[in-house]
């Protein structure tokens, strides 16, 4: 306490002077950084003010906050104490597309980026990769802001005709536009699994296996503040001077912030294109946060979450010195815990849209020196593959009608398990769908609108994939012995008697009976397979499934 009183009285002391140095921030960046004491009263009213928002370094005696020009005036009519935290300056080179086309010509793939592209050298650098790789990449223009500036993506995934067979998976950075670190590696990381392809196996399988989509840069207008060629004046913020991270649908609160045209254009991207997995990039501290941001109790798959995460900050630490990414508990946080925010993108993804998606903070200066991007890129490499690689594993399969054969759209259920919609939806066009889940044993419930629910038991193990496609039947609809004849498999090994079924006839009864009518097994078909380890003479058996009291019969052969 006494320390908080020492530093207000400092500033009140050095106010003139200090006044004069803040006053010139404010006119060239419009926006400045000021710690004030922590108190949830008054913390809940500031935050309603257009232009404030709460930043990295706040703790549960103060808070950060990035208060712009326009907000500052009614921010200082109530007559708070505060600290003022100058802005740090950093060393960053701006190169135009000149000059990184050249260093291109030299290199199969690019080098090392130790700058940051001038606006028009990054639209030209999204543009050229689908040139460079046109049967692996293309470019998606995904909206025009009124600044004329574009969010622009890539999506990279090779066997275009089987893209439904894949998890969509998502990087995106620099929403904040002065959180500048993931800009440049997201360049890096799209150039990396484009031109290395052919040559290694592990990204050649990466990219065969996943739908990967890429936007390097969420808010061109807070990162080209002061202009296309120069990032020296970036902020947090876009335009409107709102933090784009608290402008989302918020799944506790409703819509937190006004909604801006940059969050509409990702709310329409994530109606467009089915993402799975994803992760957000900013910079200002050092960790890998995951959901919830706004709920204090912990989300349902929370073990698989904190499986992820702890991997990504155990990966990074191998790659890089002592030291680096150690923030929180050793590299990784749950959102709440770290601090309560409303209206995330994280939160958004997985609530709304049935994704998981985490936020990954990458270095502790925001707006790091153009030198040291090279060494963020190498220490985070490997985790960001292994991350991406995540999103092929776990439960996945095709949902269709036991008629039809179509697709459905179907609820992935996890009875005494799932809430806050950590359930997921099959998709109602291909039926595929994801389900990320931490190892051990679920019963999974099937379940769509007018269609009997079904009901399996999985086994999941880490980094593996489980794959179960299931056949929904009509309310009411009988089955008949015509719809599964042909998939009917009965397989003798040596003593063993392996009976493959359909899914759909998971919950039926079954019975063996030999030539006389003695009957030699029954039981549930409870999986989509029975084994039965049996001593019955060679000889012609029947099979009977029984379901509702309507047999049907299959004569098989057994010879041991």
């Not at 876009?238 to 991270?245: G, H, Q, R, V, Y």
């Not at 498999?489 to 759909?504: D, S």
């Amino acid at each position: 306490m006494l320390r908080w009183y020492i530093i207000c009285f400092l500033i009140w002391f050095s106010s003139n002077g200090t006044a004069q140095t803040m006053q010139d921030e404010l006119k060239r960046y419009d926006v400045v950084e000021l710690r004030i004491k922590a108190d949830s009263e008054k913390l809940n009213h500031i935050l309603k003010i257009g232009g404030i928002a709460i930043d990295h370094g706040s703790t549960a005696d103060s808070i950060i906050l990035v208060v712009s020009k326009k907000a500052f005036q009614t921010f200082n009519e109530l007559g708070l104490s505060y600290e003022w935290i100058p802005r740090k300056e950093s060393t960053l080179r701006v190169k135009d597309y000149n000059y990184i086309s050249s260093l291109k010509s030299r290199s199969a793939c690019m080098e090392d980026m130790n700058y940051y592209p001038a606006y028009q050298a990054y639209v030209s650098m999204m543009y050229d990769f689908e040139a460079r790789y046109p049967g692996l990449c293309q470019t998606l223009d995904l909206g025009t802001l009124s600044s004329g500036r574009k969010i622009l993506a890539v999506k990279i995934t090779s066997d275009i005709e089987d893209e439904e067979l894949k998890p969509g998976f998502f990087y995106t950075s620099t929403m904040h536009g002065d959180e500048l670190v993931g800009y440049p590696m997201m360049l890096q990381l799209i150039d990396y699994l484009l031109c290395n392809y052919d040559t290694d196996d592990r990204i050649k399988s990466i990219v065969d296996n996943v739908n990967i989509y890429i936007n390097p840069l969420a808010n061109p207008d807070g990162t080209y503040r002061g202009g296309d060629t120069t990032v020296e004046q970036s902020i947090r913020f876009n335009n409107s001077f709102a933090d784009l991270n608290r402008s989302f649908p918020d799944p506790k609160v409703g819509q937190y912030r006004p909604i801006q045209e940059e969050t509409e254009i990702f709310m329409q991207f994530a109606d467009d294109y089915r993402i799975n997995m994803s992760c957000n990039l900013h910079s200002g501290v050092e960790l890998i946060n995951y959901p919830w941001d706004t709920y204090s109790e912990r989300h349902a798959d929370d073990s698989w979450m904190l499986r992820v995460a702890r991997d990504y900050a155990d990966t990074v630490q191998s790659f890089s010195p002592e030291g680096y990414f150690l923030d929180e508990d050793n590299g990784v946080t749950n959102g709440f815990d770290w601090y309560e925010a409303n209206g995330s993108r994280q939160d958004y993804h997985t609530y709304f849209k049935r994704g998981r998606e985490m936020t990954l903070e990458l270095s502790d200066i925001k707006r790091l020196d153009s030198d040291s991007l090279p060494s963020y890129w190498h220490y985070n490499r490997n985790a960001l593959l292994n991350y991406l690689e995540e999103s092929q594993y776990g439960l996945r399969g095709k949902v269709t009608d036991c008629n039809s054969g179509e697709p459905l759209e179907a609820e992935v259920y996890i009875e005494f398990h799932d809430r806050r919609n950590s359930s997921v939806f099959s998709d109602s066009i291909s039926g595929q769908y994801f389900r990320y889940l931490a190892q051990g044993n679920y019963t999974i419930s099937f379940m769509a609108e007018a269609y009997d629910t079904l009901s399996q038991i999985v086994t999941i193990l880490d980094k593996s994939n489980n794959v179960l496609d299931v056949e929904l039947c009509p309310n009411g609809s009988v089955n008949t012995k015509d719809n599964f004849d042909d998939e009917i498999q009965i397989v003798v090994q040596g003593n063993k008697i392996r009976i493959q079924a359909p899914t759909r006839l998971s919950g039926f009864r079954f019975m063996i009976y030999d030539v006389s009518g003695q009957k030699c097994h029954e039981g549930d078909i409870i999986d989509m397979s029975i084994m039965l380890d049996t001593h019955m003479s060679p000889g012609l058996y029947s099979l009977v499934l029984l379901q509702d009291a309507v047999p049907f019969s299959f004569n098989f052969m057994y010879l041991r």
